[in-house]
Nanobody, 121 residues
């Protein structure tokens, strides 16, 4: 299973950016998908998550500014980021809980390679 993230880059304070992540490989089904981020010297934290039924959860620091969405048929998630702040600067990782075998009802967490988001004035 591979998770390919894209869309990172540099943006000015107050600007917008959209991240995308596509899952591929030996996938029977996907449970939750999420975005995490890790700033230099800090732990990796949850940014936003979405279940297979569309229920979402956001970190307090991004509520009202970020929107996570999902396309189950394409096995993708997007993260729309608005009103970006310098403290949003981090490497953003997508993750998915994936069932890889139809005879074993077990989900494994897979991670993408990360994409850098830099917000500055």
């Amino acid at each position: 299973v591979q998770l390919q993230a894209s869309g990172g880059g540099w943006v000015q304070v107050g600007g917008s950016l959209k991240l995308s992540c596509a899952a591929s490989g030996s996938i029977v089904s996907i449970n939750s998908m999420a975005w995490y981020r890790q700033a230099p010297g800090k732990q990796r934290d949850l940014v936003a998550a979405i279940t297979s039924t569309g229920r979402t959860d956001y970190a307090t620091s991004v509520k009202g500014r970020f929107t996570i969405s999902r396309d189950n048929s394409k096995r993708t998630i997007d993260l729309e980021m608005k009103s970006l702040k310098p403290e949003d600067t981090a490497v953003y990782y997508c993750t998915a809980e994936v069932m890889t075998r139809s005879d074993v009802a077990y989900y494994t967490a897979f991670w993408g390679q990360g994409t850098q988001v830099t917000v500055s004035s």
